[in-house]
């Protein structure tokens, strides 16, 4: 099965400076890998999604990742974060060919002004 | 279109009750998974519903349980209540269940508190 390893528990930044979230996983077979985040009080929302093709891949609110199959990593990243990012990050996980898909513990991204 | 509903948000039970969680999925969609959400252990898969039939499974002892309708909405039963029951316990759903990088669209939880 796969699994999520997400390297940071907390990260604090400054307002309009740049981040970026660790996140590794594992698996014996093909993955899809997924961004989401998850606002105070609310569900998660998908932030972004690498399925095939070109391997860095980009939200609408400025966030990116690039997934590295080398290195089995699919690192989230902001040139420049606002108040408004602060927010807790899970990446995800799932094989190709199934249906399960595996969580990281989540990151949460504070951002001071 | 309306996403995810899940009823109720906030729940407070006592050791020993059973609880019942409802959840919407978006029009159309027929998968529905939940999910436990802790602090110690995070995002954890409970199971998954596809035309109201248990598709998937995950670690968790059979006082948790639950049903899809043929509407696709859902319910999940919790019997017997444990301290450690308490969480977040989130929905979501998905056009189908197959593969293909599927989305999920995820309902805010309902909030569980067992004293």
């Known amino acids: 099965a796969q699994s999520v390893t997400q390297l940071d528990s907390q990260v604090p930044v400054f307002e309009e400076a740049p981040v970026e979230l660790r996140c590794n996983y594992s698996s014996s077979v093909s993955v899809y890998l997924f961004w989401y985040v998850q606002y105070p009080n609310q569900g998660l929302q998908l932030l972004l999604k690498y399925l095939s093709g070109s391997t860095l891949v980009k939200s609408i609110n400025g966030f990116e990742a690039e997934f590295n199959k080398s290195q089995t990593s699919f690192h989230l990243r902001k040139p420049s974060v606002h108040i408004s990012d602060t927010a807790e990050y899970f990446c995800?996980?799932?094989?190709?060919?199934?249906?399960?898909?595996?969580f990281g513990a989540g990151t949460r991204l504070t951002v001071k002004p | 279109k309306a996403g995810v509903t899940q009823t109720p948000r906030y729940l407070i039970k006592t050791r020993g009750q059973q609880v019942t969680l409802s959840c919407s999925p978006i029009?159309?969609?027929?998968?529905v998974s939940w999910y436990q959400q802790t602090p110690g252990q995070g995002l954890q898969f409970l199971f998954e519903y596809f035309s109201e039939t248990q598709r998937n499974k995950g670690n968790f002892p059979g006082r948790f349980s639950g049903r899809q309708f043929s509407n696709s909405r859902s319910e999940m039963n919790v019997s017997t209540l444990e301290l450690g029951d308490s969480a977040l316990y989130l929905c979501a759903s998905s056009p189908t269940l197959g593969t293909g990088g599927r989305e999920q669209y995820f309902g805010p939880g309902t909030r569980l508190t067992v004293t």
């Open positions: 029009s159309g969609h027929r998968s």
């Open positions: 995800a996980v799932s094989a190709t060919d199934n249906n399960d898909m595996r």
